[in-house]
């Protein structure tokens, strides 16, 4: 990477974006890592990964939550070892442009997700699930949740807590992993649709992990609580091949709170200088009702060290770019 002039008065969220993590060899680390793929490795290969093309289905239901459609997609994706026979799946998305937000017609609609923009996003790779108790255990070496099970996605996460395991899943790949922008995210949970979720007009509990019971989107029938967080990947995926991207855990991002989209970037990148002891959430949770759960719903988190059962988060990496 090309040296820059330093930049004075970052931000602390600048600093552990950009920076990546210091002390405890990991500069070192990082060194080696760059040295090995920039001069005996092609710039596509790593030694602990692989691509393979994955087909899978989707449904589109209709306002009372009928399924209507059914498709087959396939995708691009990247499976990364990680040691232990744990390994994590990276779907490759593709660049688009996309309307972020919701219209004034959207039933439930607040005035955080507007203005409705369009964001011109570049090419990246997005965890095919929210990161799981498995994965975070072989990264952080500990596994704080409070539903344990090795496929559920890990929660009680902090973004501070995020933000240091796509460091280290760093150290260990040799590629550039973080949490993602708001516009990624969104535009990885919308995958072409314009709808208020990715299954279309409403949402049921037999399509993602939510309280269901007395709180309905649409026309949709009353559903469960599961009151819990359930495995990945059980419920039907976008068409771009991410799976819960509603429901199950709240997932954070890397930008700061805004208000509302005004003077949001437009290229996909992650919005900083802002209140930084705040970070969106997106997606629901096993806890949140319907209207949560939209593609374009926003929720708020304090970044401190205080977590709860619903936090969770993906990872992005950006297509072949390295330590």
């Not at 923009?117 to 255990?137: C, I, L, R, S």
């Not at 995926?237 to 930008?255: I, Q, R, S, T």
């Not at 949770?285 to 977590?307: E, H, K, L, V």
């Amino acid at each position: 990477m090309p040296k820059t002039q330093p930049q004075p008065n970052k931000t602390r969220r600048q600093i552990l974006i950009l920076g990546g993590l210091a002390g405890s060899g990991f500069a070192a680390a990082t060194l080696s890592k760059n040295w090995w793929h920039r001069f005996l490795l092609p710039k596509a290969y790593s030694l602990n990964s692989s691509n393979s093309t994955q087909k899978f289905e989707t449904v589109t239901v209709n306002e009372k939550g009928e399924i209507i459609n059914r498709s087959q997609h396939q995708a691009e994706v990247m499976t990364e070892n990680l040691g232990n026979r744990i390994s994590l799946e990276m779907v490759k998305i593709p660049p688009g442009r996309f309307l972020m937000g919701s219209p004034e017609t959207e039933t439930g609609r607040r005035d955080d997700e507007s203005p409705q923009h369009y964001v011109d996003v570049p090419e990246f790779f997005m965890g095919k699930y929210p990161v799981t108790q498995a994965q975070w255990q072989v990264v952080m070496g500990n596994n704080p949740s409070n539903f344990q099970g090795a496929s559920r996605p890990v929660e009680k996460v902090s973004w501070n807590d995020a933000t240091e395991f796509c460091q280290k899943l760093s150290q260990i790949t040799g590629k550039k992993y973080s949490l993602p922008s708001e516009s990624k995210w969104e535009y990885g949970a919308r995958a072409g649709t314009t709808t208020p979720f990715y299954f279309g007009e409403t949402i049921t509990s037999e399509l993602a992990n939510y309280d269901g019971r007395h709180i309905t989107y649409a026309d949709a029938p009353p559903g469960i609580y599961r009151e819990e967080t359930t495995d990945v990947g059980i419920f039907p995926p976008n068409a771009f091949g991410l799976y819960d991207m509603h429901g199950n855990v709240f997932e954070w991002c890397a930008d700061v709170w805004h208000d509302n989209y005004q003077g949001a970037p437009t290229d996909g990148s992650v919005w900083l200088n802002g209140n930084e002891n705040s970070s969106p959430q997106r997606g629901g949770s096993w806890f949140s009702n319907p209207y949560n759960c939209r593609s374009a719903r926003r929720g708020i988190g304090d970044t401190g060290p205080i977590s709860l059962r619903v936090d969770g988060f993906r990872v992005v990496c950006d297509a072949g770019r390295t330590l």
